[in-house]
């Protein structure tokens, strides 16, 4: 059973960084990618940013692109997402999901596994 452990949330003001990790054990072959999404109070969770276990390809929502990097450590089983530049609208719960086989990478239905989230807050 795979689980993932989100760390590195807090308060910073705008224009500061923060860089979140995930934590992945219990990982099998089938295990291919690792997604990043938030959620805001009343919205719906939306995509942020995916990196594949493999290789170099990277995705990222546009609304974070240039300022958000997701990156991952094999040897460790851990994936980060350092943002920088961040604006008030960038708070929400930050979520990682591990995806199973080869499915898109935008979409929550794409994922298998769930962490239990780690809060963001930027203030103005």
């Known amino acids: 059973q795979v689980q993932l452990v989100e760390s590195g949330g807090g308060l910073v003001q705008a224009g500061g960084s923060l860089r979140l990790s995930c934590a992945a054990s219990g990982r099998t072959f089938s295990s291919t990618a690792v997604g990043w999404f938030r959620q805001a109070p009343g919205k719906e969770r939306e995509f942020v940013a995916a990196?594949?276990?493999?290789?170099?390809?990277?995705y990222y929502a546009n609304s974070v692109k240039g300022r958000f990097t997701i990156s991952r450590d094999n040897a460790k089983n851990t994936v980060y997402l350092q943002m920088n530049s961040l604006k008030p609208e960038d708070t929400a719960e930050y979520y990682c999901a591990e995806r199973d086989g080869y499915t898109g990478y935008l979409a929550t239905m794409d994922y298998d596994y769930w962490g239990q989230g780690t809060q963001v807050t930027v203030s103005a």
């Open positions: 990196i594949r276990w493999s290789g170099s390809m990277t």
